[in-house]
Every structure is written in C-alpha cells, then in structure tokens.
C-alpha cells in the first residue's frame, strides 16, 4: 500500500514547498559536481551525488565489523566535511589520516565519480529511494577486485530542504550513515554492519540542530559501503530535498 513504509507508524502528510530566506552551511569547497535536481511530472526527483570508489586494500575497508557510533565528531568541519572524533581509532576504523580520505579525492587512494539519484514520491509529499542492490560503480573506477560488485566506495550529497513541521527522515542500509543537518550530526549508522534502520524526527531534535520551522537549511549526507558481500540503500523522508 502506497500509505505504509518500512519505518511503520510514520504519517504522511502533504507539506507545502514555500522558500524563506536561505540559511544553510557552505557546501565543501572542492565539491565541484554542478547541482541540478530534475523534478519530472511523473513524480521523480534526480539528485546528483559524489561517489568515490577505493581499493580493497585500504586498511578502513573489508577488514573490520560492527557498529560503531562516534566515529564523527557533531559539528561538520570547515571544509563541509565530517571530523573524526577519535585521538587513536575506533572499533572499525583505523585513524584520522586514513578516515581523512573517504569523503576527499586522494589520487591513487580513491577515484571521483558523478552519479545521480532518482527518488519517487511514492505518496503526496512523500519521498523514497530504495535499492537493496546498490552497486553504483560496478566496473568502474578501480573495478570489482576480483569481486562480483564493486563494494569499496563512498557517497556524498549536498541538499536543503525547507524546515516544515512534522519532517522525517528515515533510512535503512548499510554501511555508514552520517547526515548533517543545519552542520550538526542529526543521524548517525557507523561502522560496517547489516541493514539498520533509524527515523529522524525533526520536531524532537529541532532544538539541537538549532532550526526553526519555516526557514530552508543545508543537509549533508555520507554514506559509505565497506564490506562485501551485500549493499542496501533506502531511505524514505516528507522532505523536499532541493539542490543547494
């Protein structure tokens, strides 16, 4: 049924798309993929993300597992990047140098590759992408690695959104999910597991992320897929996620 999600309990309700003075954190300074969101008649949004594919011998990927929280520090850092948060490492990464590289281009470390997104509203202001086989750049960049998927990469996007009453936000997947919102950490999935779903309310954390309703802020999404041998991908949301 059109009305239901997989986060249950979650109403759907049509919300008004009605732009206020923009107040947004800067996008990072080298992401240099032109934003064009393409809103067709046919209820499809094409949102444009940042992939970068790494080798299998990177010592964040493949080798480690499990949950782990606490990776990134709250507040995004001035580059528009996630800050790690440990002085060491943490249960499934390896350091800030190494960290350092997933969401910035390394030459020989990491390759940059342009994709898109295509979400469906799939009911009145109602928004979702779903894909429990999410291997973007299979045979592309570094290629599979001896792999059936390409499974080592990363994922960045930079949206706004307009702040109505009632916004949620749910994703489930696996690997790593950091979102910011307004430059502060609103959801957080780290570490190299199975799918794990969380819904983002944004009426009860509003406070924390210091957003007022009726007033357009910055949403900044890292996403990484470390281990073989599976990749969701899924999120659902009332947002109406815009280019920036």
Not at 61 to 71: A, L, R, S
Not at 188 to 215: C, F, N, S, W
Request: proline letters at 4%.
């Amino acid at each position: 049924m059109a009305s239901r999600n997989f986060a249950t309990g979650i109403l759907l309700s049509v919300l008004p798309l009605v732009f206020s003075n923009i107040s947004v954190a800067g996008s990072p300074s080298d992401y240099s993929e032109a934003c064009e969101c393409k809103t067709s008649e046919n209820g499809t949004r094409t949102i444009p993300v940042l992939i970068r594919d790494f080798k299998t011998s990177h010592p964040d990927f493949e080798t480690m597992d499990g949950v782990d929280y606490g990776i990134v520090k709250e507040d995004l850092g001035d580059d528009g990047r996630p800050v790690y948060a440990h002085e060491d490492r943490s249960k499934t990464t390896t350091g800030k140098a190494n960290f350092d590289q997933w969401y910035r281009d390394v030459p020989d470390v990491n390759m940059a590759i342009s994709k898109s997104l295509t979400i469906r509203e799939i009911a009145s202001g109602f928004w979702e992408y779903s894909n429990h086989s999410f291997f973007p750049i299979d045979r592309e960049g570094f290629g599979n690695q001896r792999n059936y998927h390409n499974f080592h990469f990363t994922l960045e996007t930079h949206l706004k959104f307009y702040y109505v009453p009632g916004g949620q936000f749910t994703f489930r997947g696996d690997d790593d999910l950091f979102l910011f919102i307004n430059g502060k950490l609103a959801m957080d999935i780290g570490g190299v597991h199975g799918m794990i779903e969380k819904t983002l309310d944004l009426d009860q954390v509003a406070e924390r992320l210091g957003i007022e309703p009726y007033h357009t802020y910055s949403f900044d999404l890292f996403f990484a897929e470390r281990h073989t041998s599976e990749s969701h991908f899924q999120f659902q949301t009332t947002l109406e996620l815009e280019c920036l």
